[in-house]
């Protein structure tokens, strides 16, 4: 057995050179996902740009009893997207390490939109696997959230206790996940270094007052959300549906960096629009006048300043 409560917290390796697409259709583009090893029990994935323009990170997470793999990517299709053989390579091998009877796999989201959800099938058919339904009553079931979304709820991977907060905001079914064995706080599309989409922005506002208020009183050390959409140039994103990010910005963001995002949704509450910071921005998405905003942010970004696609 794996002493989670009193081993840790470990140190994660995050020293990792992220694959950022390619440049011309000629190039190698890596492999469909890329697998780094955080700790021996803690793993992150990335979707490759050349697969998908969205590019999430999955985060898989291993326990005595049972491992937890948050989203599925952006791709339904096994043949350009072989996720469920990916992390079924990663689980064998943990298991010849480890090695147990009736090892289960739990594949959860850290909210419901497409491109965290496209892969879900895969894992349909598979054994000692339960695929946690997207919809609102099946993130509250299985959780055994009783107040959403005040409630904080444990979960427990035997031995490594997550923590699991609602945020909703970005979208309805939205979930931030405290893992003390990493000090990981994962913040799925809420919180990230890119365009943060408060479609309800009053939600969203709420959230991220009680997300701040949540860490804080937990010694986060590192946010990890699901996307990088900056560059490392500070108020510098990357276009909509680009497929080639040379200079992106760090995936780990700090607990300053949180404490930012909080204080800018606060500003942003009464102003729809795009309102751009040095780290990442705030999309209120309150209308047409909004979106045309982003629009028109994207194509002056591919005109003038000539980010490649």
């Not at 996902?33 to 990335?46: A, F, M, P, S």
């Not at 405290?178 to 479609?199: A, C, E, I």
């Not at 009464?270 to 999309?283: K, M, R, S």
Request: proline content about 9%.
């Amino acid at each position: 057995m794996i002493d989670f409560e009193h081993a840790g917290p470990i140190e994660p390796d995050l020293d990792v050179q992220w694959a950022h697409g390619v440049a011309h259709k000629r190039d190698d583009p890596g492999p469909p996902i890329q697998v780094h090893q955080v700790d021996e029990h803690t793993y992150v994935l990335r979707q490759n740009k050349a697969v998908h323009y969205e590019a999430p990170f999955l985060y898989l997470l291993f326990g005595n009893d049972r491992a937890i793999l948050f989203d599925t990517g952006a791709t339904a299709d096994p043949q350009t997207f072989p996720l469920r053989s990916v992390v079924d390579g990663v689980i064998g091998a943990w298991l010849d390490t480890h090695p147990r009877p009736g090892y289960r796999l739990v594949v959860a989201h850290t909210h419901a939109h497409g491109d965290h959800i496209a892969a879900d099938a895969q894992f349909a058919d598979r054994p000692d696997t339960e695929v946690v339904g997207p919809d609102l009553p099946a993130v509250e079931a299985f959780f055994g959230f009783a107040d959403w979304p005040n409630d904080v709820v444990p979960f427990d991977l035997g031995g490594r206790v997550l923590e699991v907060l609602p945020i909703p905001g970005h979208q309805a079914t939205s979930i931030a996940v405290f893992d003390p064995w990493t000090r990981f706080l994962l913040t799925g599309d809420t919180v990230y270094p890119g365009r943060l989409y408060g479609r309800d922005m009053p939600a969203f506002v709420e959230s991220m007052d009680r997300l701040a208020e949540f860490a804080l009183r937990r010694p986060v050390e590192h946010v990890m959300g699901c996307h990088v959409e900056m560059s490392r140039t500070p108020r510098l994103d990357y276009p909509l549906a680009s497929r080639y990010q040379p200079d992106e910005a760090a995936l780990p963001m700090t607990m300053q960096q949180l404490i930012a995002v909080r204080d800018a949704t606060r500003l942003c509450a009464d102003t729809p629009g795009v309102h751009v910071f040095d780290d990442f921005i705030v999309f209120n998405g309150a209308g047409a006048r909004a979106n045309l905003q982003l629009i028109a942010r994207t194509m002056r970004q591919r005109l003038i300043r000539r980010i490649p696609r």
